[in-house]
């Protein structure tokens, strides 16, 4: 079993930066690729960004442009996201996504939000 445990969410004004953090315990070394995913009411979950096991990113949603940043650190079993300029359409329940031994974790989510 694996858990992943987000944190970092919060209100910040538009064109500012957040970082988010999912820490991962629990069986961590079965796990593999990581992301972040976002979900606003209404609307589909969209990826954010995901990053290999051995801490390469791979690839980030076409919206992010160059202003998220994910990195890893095994030692540490965290994923963070680094999010600069943010605008009010960023705002969102960010999710932290691992995949270990073949199933699916999710983290709760943490709320990020975005004033204009």
């Known amino acids: 079993q694996v858990q992943l445990a987000e944190s970092g969410g919060g209100l910040v004004q538009a064109g500012e930066s957040l970082k988010l953090s999912c820490l991962a315990s629990?069986?961590?070394?079965?796990?593999?690729?990581m992301a972040w995913y976002r979900q606003t009411p209404g609307k589909e979950r969209e990826l954010v960004a995901r990053i290999t096991r051995g801490g390469v990113p791979r690839e980030y949603g076409d919206f992010v442009k160059g202003r998220f940043t994910i990195r890893r650190d095994n030692t540490k079993n965290i994923v963070d996201l680094q999010m600069n300029s943010l605008r009010p359409e960023d705002t969102a329940v960010y999710s932290c996504?691992?995949?270990?031994?073949?199933?699916?974790?999710w983290g709760q989510g943490t709320q990020v939000t975005v004033s204009a």
């Open positions: 629990g069986k961590t070394w079965t796990i593999g690729g």
């Open positions: 996504y691992g995949q270990a031994s073949g199933l699916d974790y």
